[in-house]
């Protein structure tokens, strides 16, 4: 299983990135996918998550509204875009994936909830 995140990089308040989470090794249909993030001395928290369908997602407070996850299932891969970004957006951010079924109503949020990770790609943004 490999999961390949990108898009990372520098931006300036109120810039946009939109980040990209490749998979391989899954069968991508099956499984709800997530982005964290974890700045420097804090620990990993949630971002976002969708459903296997596309159909549901959900994002922490901090970025709604600023947010979209989406995933295309053809290239079995994940967005996360990301607009009016502010310095507290910088982190290292990651992907997960999670079998999916009745344990999204339950533990999405969860790091301890997601089967696969990727490496992280870095999200700076500059004031």
């Known amino acids: 299983v490999q999961l390949q995140a990108s898009g990372g990089g520098l931006v300036k308040t109120g810039g946009s990135l939109r980040l990209s989470c490749a998979a391989s090794?899954?069968?991508?249909?099956?499984?709800?996918m997530g982005w964290f993030r974890q700045a420097p001395g804090k620990d990993r928290e949630f971002v976002a998550a969708?459903?296997?369908?596309?159909?549901?997602?959900d994002y922490t407070d901090s970025v709604k509204g600023r947010s979209t996850i989406s995933s295309d299932n053809a290239k079995n891969t994940v967005y996360l875009q990301m607009n009016s970004l502010k310095p507290e957006d910088t982190a290292v951010y990651y992907c997960?994936?999670?079998?999916?079924?009745?344990?999204?109503?339950?533990?999405?949020?969860?790091?301890?909830?997601?089967?696969?990770w990727g490496r992280g790609t870095q999200v700076t943004v500059s004031s």
């Open positions: 997960a994936a999670r079998t999916d079924g009745f344990s999204w109503y339950t533990n999405r949020y969860s790091r301890s909830g997601y089967d696969y």
């Open positions: 090794g899954i069968s991508f249909r099956s499984y709800a």
């Open positions: 969708i459903r296997s369908t596309g159909l549901a997602s």
